[in-house]
Every structure is written in structure tokens, then in C-alpha cells.
């Protein structure tokens, strides 16, 4: 009997087994299982987890107990450690937490259906109505345009006041900074340029500012009307780092969504500065170093990539987002590190006097202090010579100011400033303008030129 009969048998039997097994397991898919972590660290609200890999920007479940879960995001790593940042409040923490990483990256809910809503930085509503439906879904961190792909801006646009309609004309698509101290008006400046400029869709994002002013701003401010056709995103100063940076991040993608819609689009955000001050606690909780004024260098990294989203759209059909950012000069310093990074990256900046707020000039806008870059370009020449005369007199005026108010100055030595004298209460009216009172483009540019035209005959 031949006995090598059966092993062979049994080796043709395994082989077709493998083979069989083999060609099943290439067809089949595995799911990558997250390996769990453990929170091992918590430093002011900077959290560190052990035990589990992450990517940057991506999210983190924390199990605080059997029916409740925080969500935290990566912001850095170090030495096999994930740095986290919590999303929202962090009651609860306790050591060697359970730490799962999510397949996913924050994300916005876009559609008409935000329109007249109040939302957080996470997109939950706060206006006590039910969750919107969303039409899509798009990146919280939206990709760059190509800058030559842009629509070069070649229009005005009516925001409603005449001192900026004139003088400081905004163009379709530009980008502008609004520095003030506190207590300037710059609140209810932006109310009137979100009533009166003419906009398909207005997005105000409230970063980092008081509570109650949230409410304010919706009910005395914007008001009903103007809320129909506006997206509010608000994260108040009492919310997390992380999450007053969405909310910036968030209102900018909703601005962008509504662009590509082919809609012209007012972000309105206030503030920038409260967007560096955040950028600035997070950066500093995982470590990175101070350079400027207690500013860490990814501060003056991140504000030109929030910055640079607003703008035209990449074709002829497109939309545009004409963006107004506030900017808080602390203590009316102009040469703050925020100011002074904004100024350089905008496409001009309106600054709000508190000496002209205190005499009861409002708008308080310091016509010597601002400058749009791309009026020029966009005005009639009529419209640009009224506009340098308007700012020389006015400018003449105020270096001598202290001369004719003790009287020290004599009628007649210098005409220019005998001109200047006799124009100043027709220009501070021109720059005046009550909250209620509403003054288009048009008009705006009769009333400039018909303050020069007697002198010119």
C-alpha cells in the first residue's frame, strides 16, 4: 500500500484551502479601528492624551461618563502626546479619561435655511428654534482661490453712509478694518451698514464680544427686517478659545457658501482682534512662545488665511463677499500688533475718533486717519478731486485748530486756511449722520461735489 498517497491528498487539500482563503481575504475590507487613548494631563484648558494618534484638526471624543462626551480638537502633538483643546465646557474631566479619535473634520452646515438664524461657533442654534435643515455640508477650513482667478474689483458699493460713500468709497468684493477704541460707536456703525448696504445676503459674525450684546445687536441694532435676509454667528467671550475661532471660521464659510450661490454677500465681523486674542490663548497653552506684545507668531499666520477668504469670486458669474472686520485699537493705540498686521493685509481701514465721538460727531470717522486703497479705481475723477479737496481742508483745519481757537490766528494771513475756516461746518455735516437717516451713493456724491462747486465759479 502506498502511503504517500493520503499526505499528498491532504497537501492538494491545503493548498486549494489557502488559495480559496487568500483570494476571499484581498476582496474583503477591513475597517481601521481607532486605537483608544487615555488623558493623562490637564493644563489650564489644554488637554493631553496617551496612547492614540490623531491628525491635526481632526476630533476627539472624551468620555466623561456612561451618558455624557466632550469633543476636543487636535491642535498639536509632541513626544507620542496628542495636544487637545476642548469644544465646548469641560465639566466632568477627570484623570484617565477615555480618549477615541473620529474620523472626521469639523464641518458647516450651509443653506437658505440659515437665513434669519442665530447660531454658535458649532452651528447650534441659540435663537430657541429648531436645528436648521441644512441643503449641504462643506469644509469648516475652506480652499484657497487662486489670485489671479479673481474678479478684479471695478464697482462701488452703497453702504448707506454718506461719509464713506464719498469719501472712503468701498468696492464690490473689497476687504476693510473698522479700528476703534471702545465706546466709539463702531456697534452702531455696523448696524447701519448692515440695514443700508446693498446686499443680497448680510453674515455677521460676533466673536468674542460681550453676552448681552449678542441680543442687543440682533433686536436694537439689526433689527427684524434687516435679520431676514442675515446669517448671525455668535460665540461670546465666555466660550472656549477653540470655539470663538470656529465661529470666525464658520461665518466666513457661510459668506463663502452664499458667494459661490452667484449672491453678493456684507461679512460683517466683530472682532478681529477678539479672533487673535483666541488664537493667542491657544497657542500659548500648548507652548508655542510669545514675540510680539505677548502675540505668538502663528497669530500673525492665521489672520491673513481668515482674511483672505472674503473677496470676489473666481469668475464674471460669481458672487462676492465685501468684507468689514472691526478692529479693537486697545487703549487707541494705532501701532498695536493686531491693528498694525490688519492695516497691512486689508484693502484699506476706517478709523473711529474718540475726540470727534466725544464732541458728538457720529459717525466719528477720523477722515485724516483712513484711506480706501481701491477708490481710485472704482470712483469718476469729479469724485476723487472732491475727495482729496474735502481731505485737505479738513486736515488744514485741524494743524491749526489750536491757533484760531485761542485766536491767535489773524483773517486774511493765508488764504487756504481763511477756506479751510469757512468750510469746516459744512464738512463736519457732511460726515455727520443720524442712526435712523439713510444716504445712497448717489446722493452722497451730489452732496460732496455741490461743497466745492461755488468755490469753483
Keep these: 500500500m502506498n502511503m504517500a498517497s493520503p499526505n499528498l491528498a491532504y497537501q492538494c487539500r491545503a493548498e486549494f484551502l489557502t488559495d480559496k482563503l487568500t483570494a476571499f481575504t484581498e476582496n474583503v475590507t477591513l475597517p481601521d479601528l481607532p486605537v483608544e487613548g487615555r488623558l493623562i494631563q490637564m493644563t489650564g484648558l489644554t488637554l493631553v492624551a496617551a496612547g492614540c494618534q490623531a491628525i491635526i484638526g481632526s476630533r476627539c471624543r472624551i468620555t466623561v461618563s456612561p451618558q455624557e462626551n466632550i469633543e476636543a480638537e487636535v491642535v498639536g502633538f509632541a513626544e507620542g502626546n496628542l495636544y487637545l483643546m476642548p469644544i465646548g465646557r469641560i465639566h466632568g474631566l477627570k484623570p484617565s479619561a477615555r480618549v477615541v479619535p473620529l474620523p472626521r473634520y469639523p464641518e458647516v452646515g450651509v443653506g437658505d435655511a440659515l437665513l434669519g438664524r442665530i447660531i454658535d461657533g458649532e452651528g447650534n442654534p441659540i435663537d430657541n428654534k429648531p436645528v436648521p435643515k441644512y441643503s449641504r455640508h462643506v469644509d469648516l477650513l475652506g480652499p484657497p482661490i487662486n489670485p489671479f482667478s479673481r474678479v478684479p474689483i471695478d464697482r462701488p458699493l452703497d453702504v448707506g453712509i454718506r461719509a464713506i460713500n464719498g469719501l472712503l468709497t468701498v468696492g464690490r468684493g473689497q476687504r476693510m478694518g473698522l479700528f ?14 448692515t440695514k443700508n448696504t446693498e446686499a443680497d445676503v448680510v453674515v455677521v459674525g460676533l466673536i468674542g464680544e460681550r453676552g448681552r450684546e449678542v441680543r442687543e445687536f440682533v433686536d436694537n441694532i439689526l433689527g427684524p427686517k434687516s ?7 455668535a460665540t461670546p467671550a465666555d466660550d472656549p478659545p477653540l470655539m470663538r475661532l470656529h465661529g470666525a471660521w464658520r461665518a466666513t464659510a457661510i459668506a463663502e457658501y ?12 466683530d472682532s478681529l482682534t477678539r479672533f487673535a486674542q483666541a488664537q493667542r490663548e491657544l497657542a500659548l497653552a500648548i507652548g508655542e512662545p510669545p514675540v510680539t506684545k505677548g502675540y505668538p507668531p502663528s497669530v500673525f499666520a492665521q489672520l491673513p488665511n481668515l482674511v483672505e477668504r472674503a473677496g470676489n469670486g473666481v469668475d464674471e458669474t460669481g458672487g462676492s463677499i465685501t468684507a468689514i472686520y472691526t478692529v479693537l485699537a486697545e487703549g487707541d493705540d494705532q501701532n498695536d500688533p493686531v491693528v498694525d498686521a490688519t492695516r497691512a493685509i486689508l484693502d484699506g481701514h476706517i478709523v473711529l475718533s474718540r475726540q470727534l465721538a466725544e464732541a458728538g460727531v457720529y459717525p466719528a470717522i477720523n477722515i485724516e486717519a483712513s484711506i480706501s486703497r481701491v ?6 475723477p469729479d469724485q476723487s478731486a472732491a475727495a482729496i479737496e474735502f481731505k485737505k481742508l479738513y486736515s488744514l483745519y485741524e494743524q491749526n485748530k489750536d491757533l484760531i481757537s485761542v485766536g491767535a490766528y489773524r483773517a486774511g494771513s493765508d488764504p487756504q486756511i481763511d477756506r479751510a475756516m469757512e468750510t469746516m461746518p459744512k464738512l463736519l455735516a457732511y460726515i455727520q449722520q443720524a442712526r435712523a437717516e439713510e444716504s445712497d451713493y448717489q446722493n452722497s456724491l451730489h452732496e460732496l461735489l455741490s461743497l466745492f462747486r461755488p468755490q469753483e465759479r
Design 375 to 380: 477708490m481710485n479705481s472704482i470712483v469718476v
Design 258 to 269: 452664499f458667494r459661490d450661490q452667484g449672491l453678493h454677500v456684507l461679512l460683517l465681523m
Design 227 to 233: 435679520l431676514e435676509k442675515a446669517v448671525v454667528v
Design 180 to 193: 476703534a477704541g471702545s465706546g466709539v460707536g463702531k456697534s452702531v456703525l455696523l448696524g447701519q451698514m
